[in-house]
């Protein structure tokens, strides 16, 4: 039997599977997809918010504040890129100059530390390429940047390095209360025994509180959409620029990645299909719309790609966390919208306490390791460490992804390493090959080589993300039948 | 640090022909860094036949053009270097570059001849809505897979694009066993050569939608089909024209961009228009003893012209390793009306190789019949017919040496004349 | 019987429409054509279109090897020739310009390597 499952490979599960791996007990996590971060953490916009935003009081805003403080320990713990650029809110006429004061205090009430409002010349001086309507901005030196995915998966590596299951490609069909009151998950892959569960499944936690005949509440899905665009642009923006916020939304903005990429998005919009993660015509209009309001020369022909991403909004439009009171060891994490990227670290602390109140002993582990396996990105050496690496170990020599600089050796390591990758798109999260401007043109076919054999499977097996996205679909001349007749002329 | 008098960047049609030519006209220490494990660069993908014409007056596949150059090459004992990939250049012609059984070289050249050739545009430069399914290729990247690897990307296809890499797909596809539904073009012609559609499409009854586009792609784990659309003349997509079209594969032939990172990291000065660098007379970059050619400077039609640009190139460069006194004034070639871009986009008349120059240019549109002007700031220098213009279909003009010296000229402009089409034999 | 047949020339890059007329098997009338090169394809792509196959035959051991036909079949033939290459396995060394098969469905053409393999 299991102290502990999981269910949700997000940000949120996986933060709380590393922070419980922590203690001595058993844990699983289980997760629908192929891999971990393949929901709401891989489609969002990146930024560690400051905190002034969400309504004092909430959940949403203590979460927050108390997120931000714990992400550059985090990050520097788990070797996450992560840079703290600063954010900006931007306002293009007096109303929304007004606005930027009420959310400086907010923000102040919030906690946020180094909140001042600046005024036109020293923001266009930052911000060259700033609309010239701007003229005014709050000035959030606490917001950074990181990459949601690649947080996720350290998280989710480091858990596992730390005793942690995963169980992938494992969603959940139910789940019964045992005649001792222990929790029975189910899965097509088997069925996990366990004392607590903790429902962090993202657009679906409904659907599984429900499932456990717990508190019943709603999440919406709020599609956002993203535009991408080449490294090349990379100084379009310094900090993440926000537009003057509305009620229901942060708005559309123009921001760097942690990456050097820039991205514009994500618009808002409540759709009903909780797997609608396609970008649509107008979707995309009305972000380069509300982009050019913030920097009106964007480079719209140098963009790499698109994506949207779903918030999972609930019907109190906070956080839901806390024990069932219906089913005895249950525990909701649900309604986890934007900023729960930032709050992830704190919801972690926050479960834990959960738990201790719901009457788990948590006892230390002495051999916990804190640090996730080494990991080396080769674009980021010098010359001279470059050297050395290759002599160690002559994949590393070897560039399979030129867009993005990405080697041979790397590539296996992502295959290797703890919850490693099995699919096109999870080599990607891991090691960014394919994510470049020619968008795996050059490299898919090599890293398909790669997977196939580092697992020992055929090529038709690789998918590009899991069960049915198989690349390729036969051999040569496998579907060559004989129509009858030797004439193929009209 | 290795030292070395030329280093050709990539051996591809253009590397191979640049590095003989300059082997040719007395350089002798050269070496061709390579990224992939073969010489031979796309040639070896393009199975198909139709190459060489121009160069050898006869009818080769890719891969017999490529060997001819290859075992050129091998014959001169020219150093090549498989598997290694240049990750840095600096203007001073420093090269990093590094391989598996290398490690990581510093290279000090004294020359470099840049010929990385070109990637294909994707989705996201044309910002295709929808799903992101497995099935979405660019249509050299499925060429790669169905003709190196031997593997089928795809059963029932679906081509965006009338690029000729999409169309010579069409075919492929066709001929093993798959069923290619349409080929969709925005523009209201194609993109590739008639040559191609005729015996790529037409032979096989494959639809060429001119004037059409995919609004959406349908299906979350791999392709199930997609929406095509006719457009108007903004290229909006008209919604009461939508078809859906079931598949499991969309192909993207939608362009080639030059891959010009390690020229810009060289501060080479680029062309806006044709995403290369701009070239002189003997195809030298804004960087002295820089040169480049092919695919990298612009995104060429057919080899045999990459093949003479690169000739060119090598020649070039044979001559700035000889020579090193600085050239004379530089005139500039002025696009005019009808033509999107001209390559070289700089010349030195004085100094002009083989007392002659090919001038190679794409019109905007296509025109049934035109008079090409070619000016100097001072006169008019000649004009030519051209019948049957399309932008897909490269001009290539060739000036005497004595049309150009000998005159104190500044600038150079080209221009197309639309003329009444004249009256068939019909 | 008479059968209308419309030939898109690829001789230049004007892509005439050439439309011949056939009776019999034989050519009643030519029209919309603008060279004698255009003429000669259009009796041709007629008469007796004819197209060099290319495609890949996979090696033993690896990956597949690009080959065509030395010179052109009969277009209709194409599919039938794929067919019975299917099956067909190559052992190397081959190199280019080396017979991989010979007469091609009865063609009397001979298959060539255009690649090589060691």
Not at chain 1, 57 to 78: I, S
Not at chain 3, 75 to 92: F, R, S, W
Request: glycine share 10%.
């Amino acid at each position: 039997m299991e102290d502990v499952v999981i269910i949700g490979g997000g940000v949120t599960g996986c933060s709380i599977a590393r922070e419980l791996s922590r203690y001595d007990m058993k844990i699983t996590l289980v997760e629908k997809e192929e891999d971990v971060a393949c929901g709401t953490s891989k489609g969002n916009s990146a930024i560690v918010h400051a905190g002034f935003d969400a309504s004092p009081g909430t959940w949403k805003a203590k979460l927050n504040v108390a997120g931000n403080k714990l992400y550059p320990a985090l990050c520097e713990e788990l070797d996450v890129p992560f840079k703290l650029n600063g954010s900006l809110v931007v306002a293009i006429n007096e109303e929304e100059e007004m606005a930027l004061h009420e959310l400086l205090d907010r923000g102040e009430t919030n906690g946020v530390k180094g909140l001042r409002i600046i005024k036109r010349d020293e923001l266009h001086a930052l911000e060259p390429n700033l609309s010239p309507d701007a003229r005014a901005a709050l000035d959030a030196p606490t917001g950074g940047l990181v990459c949601p995915y690649e947080l996720t998966i350290a998280l989710a590596e480091n858990a596992n390095q730390n005793g942690v299951k995963f169980w992938l490609n494992a969603p959940v069909i139910g789940i019964d209360v045992q005649e001792d009151f222990s929790l029975l998950v189910k899965t097509p892959k088997g069925n996990i025994k366990t004392k607590y569960i903790i429902n962090a499944a993202g657009l679906f936690a409904d659907e599984v509180s429900k499932m456990a005949g717990a508190e019943e509440y709603t999440i919406t899905p709020r599609k956002g959409e993203y535009l991408v665009f080449d490294k090349q642009f990379g100084n379009l923006a310094k900090k993440a620029i926000f537009p003057t916020p509305t009620k229901i939304s942060k708005g559309i903005l123009v921001c760097p990645t942690v990456d050097g990429n820039i991205f514009i998005g994500p618009n808002s919009n409540n759709i009903e299909d909780k797997n609608d993660t396609g970008v649509n015509a107008p979707g995309i209009e009305e972000i380069i719309k509300g982009g050019k309001k913030l920097v009106p020369d964007l480079p719209l022909k140098n963009v790499i790609t698109s994506f949207a991403g779903l918030r999972a909004v609930s019907n109190t439009n906070d956080f839901i966390i806390e024990a069932s009171k219906l089913v005895k060891g249950f525990i909701n994490v649900g309604g986890i919208q934007s900023p729960g990227l930032t709050s992830a670290p704190a919801i972690a602390l926050m479960v834990r306490e959960i738990l201790l109140e719901e009457g788990l002993t948590l006892k230390e582990k002495r051999e916990f390791i804190p640090h996730r396996p080494k990991k080396l990105r080769f674009r980021e050496l010098d010359n001279e460490e470059r050297q050395k690496l290759i002599k160690q170990n002559p994949a590393y020599g070897h560039v399979i992804c030129r867009c993005e600089t990405v080697t041979e050796a790397e590539i296996i390591d992502a295959i290797r390493r703890p919850v490693g990758a099995r699919s096109i798109d999870a080599v990607k999260r891991r090691t960014r090959a394919g994510m470049g401007r020619c968008q795996g043109g050059f490299c898919s076919p090599r890293v398909l080589e790669i997977l196939t054999r580092e697992l020992g499977v055929d090529p038709l097996e690789i998918t590009k993300k899991g069960p049915g996205s198989n690349l390729l679909v036969g051999r040569i001349k496998e579907f060559l039948q004989d129509e009858g007749g030797d004439d193929n002329d009209k | 640090m290795i030292n070395k008098e030329l280093v050709v960047i990539g051996g591809g049609p253009a590397g191979l022909a640049a590095a003989i030519e300059a082997k040719k006209h007395g350089v002798k220490d050269i070496l061709l860094v390579e990224r992939d494990s073969g010489l031979g660069g796309i040639l070896q993908q393009c199975i198909h036949n139709g190459f060489g014409l121009h160069v050898f007056k006869e009818e080769l596949t890719g891969p017999e053009y490529a060997d001819r150059f290859i075992k050129e090459l091998e014959d001169m004992g020219i150093e090549v270097l498989l598997d290694t990939m240049v990750i840095e250049l600096t203007k001073d012609k420093r090269i990093i570059a590094v391989s598996h059984k290398k490690g990581l070289m510093q290279i000090q050249a004294e020359a470099v001849i840049l010929t990385m050739g070109c990637r294909e545009r994707t989705r996201g430069a044309i910002n295709i809505p929808g799903f992101r399914p497995a099935g979405i290729f660019t249509a050299g990247t499925a060429q790669r897979f169905v003709n190196i690897e031997g593997y089928m990307p795809g059963k029932e296809i679906v081509i965006l694009g009338s690029g000729d890499i999409g169309l010579i797909m069409a075919r492929r596809f066709t001929l093993e066993g798959a069923k290619v539904k349409c080929v969709a073009e925005i523009m209201p012609y194609s993109n590739g050569l008639t040559r191609n559609v005729v015996q790529c499409l037409e032979d096989y009854d494959i639809p060429l939608l001119l004037s059409h586009t995919v609004v959406n792609i349908d299906g979350r784990d791999r392709v199930e089909g997609v929406t095509i659309a006719q457009v108007d003349e903004d290229f909006k997509p008209i919604s009461s024209t939508e078809k859906y079209v079931t598949c499991d594969t969309l192909l993207l032939s939608v362009g080639l961009i030059p891959e010009n990172e390690l020229s810009k990291m060289a501060d080479i000065k680029m062309d806006d228009i044709t995403a290369g660098p701009v070239v002189n007379h003997r195809m030298e970059t804004t960087v002295p003893g820089i040169f480049a050619c092919g695919n990298v400077v612009h995104v060429h039609d057919l080899v045999d012209f990459v093949t003479m640009e690169s000739q060119l190139a090598g020649r070039g460069a044979a001559n700035y390793l000889k020579n090193r006194m600085p050239l004379g004034k530089h005139i500039s070639i002025l696009p005019g009306e009808g033509i999107r871009y001209a390559v070289p986009q700089l010349i030195d008349p004085q100094n002009i190789i083989n007392e002659k120059q090919n001038f190679f240019m794409r019109s905007t549109k296509p025109m049934e019949k035109a008079r090409l002007f070619i000016e100097s700031d001072k006169d008019l220098i000649r004009t030519k017919v051209i019948q049957h213009i399309k932008p897909s279909e490269m001009i290539n003009i060739e000036l005497k040496k004595e049309e150009l010296a000998d005159k104190d000229i500044n600038s150079l402009r080209f221009f197309l004349q639309e003329e009444g089409v004249a009256d068939g034999n019909q | 019987m008479e059968i209308n047949k419309t030939v898109t020339c690829i001789v230049c890059p004007k892509g005439c429409r050439i439309d011949v007329k056939v009776k019999n098997g034989e050519i009643v009338s030519i029209q919309n054509y603008d060279c004698k090169r255009g003429l000669e394809y259009a009796k041709n792509e007629v008469l007796d279109p004819r197209r060099i196959l290319t495609t890949t035959l996979k090696l033993s051991g690896g990956r597949v090897l690009p080959v065509r036909t030395k010179d052109p079949i009969p277009k209709k033939l194409l599919k039938k020739a794929m067919l019975e290459l299917k099956d067909v396995v190559i052992t190397p060394p081959v190199k280019v310009g080396d017979i991989v098969a010979k007469n091609v469905v009865g063609t009397g053409i001979d298959l060539i390597s255009t690649g090589n393999a060691k």
